[in-house]
């Protein structure tokens, strides 16, 4: 059942659009320096009397560019809005989870991370901030009123066939 058009462009899920174009990018900046990398790999390589390092560079440079390739053709802003607009059912289990990073007992680092579950079983991350964790959860609540929000042992062994015994489990298991 296609959900409604105007839920999907919703402002809630910004951050979640961001964090996907953000990876993107990243992916495209390591693509690039691992194809200048090769490049400076093939110079070095024709200039010495190693050619080793020149072949070596030249796989590197044609797998950097397979991989760029890959990377520009790959769509996934278009690709999850479509889904969550055409076939918003294929999502069956959305839950969040906000790591802390505490050395010597000092907080240093939260991160949030916001899992989506297929019916096929697979299971795609997006790293988002702790405070915009909520507001996605929340739109995503209304964008897959169907599917199962928030962690419990019993969903993870439904959905996943396993239970990862880790501690600190999602906080917002009673957004629903």
Not at 52 to 75: E, P, V, Y
Not at 119 to 141: C, E, Q, R, W, Y
Not at 147 to 161: I, M, N, T, V
Request: proline share 5%.
């Amino acid at each position: 059942m296609p959900t409604n058009k105007r839920i999907v462009s919703h402002p809630g899920l910004q951050p979640l659009w961001n964090s996907m174009e953000r990876e993107r990018q990243q992916q495209q900046f390591a693509a690039i320096v691992l194809i200048l990398l090769s490049l400076v790999s093939i110079v070095v390589g024709a200039t010495s009397q190693y050619l080793g390092w020149a072949l070596l560079g030249g796989i590197g440079c044609s797998a950097a560019l397979w991989w760029l390739f890959r990377i520009l053709t790959d769509q996934p802003l278009a690709f999850w809005r479509r889904q969550f607009r055409e076939e918003p059912e294929s999502i069956v289990w959305v839950y969040g989870l906000i790591t802390e990073r505490m050395p010597f007992g000092f907080k240093t680092v939260s991160t949030g991370t916001l899992h989506l579950v297929e019916t096929s079983g697979d299971i795609h991350t997006f790293g988002l901030k702790p405070a915009d964790l909520k507001l996605v959860t929340k739109t995503l609540n209304r964008v897959l009123p169907h599917a199962d929000f928030g962690y419990s042992p019993g969903r993870e062994l439904k959905y996943r066939g396993e239970v990862t015994n880790f501690r600190g489990r999602d906080q917002f298991n009673q957004i629903k």
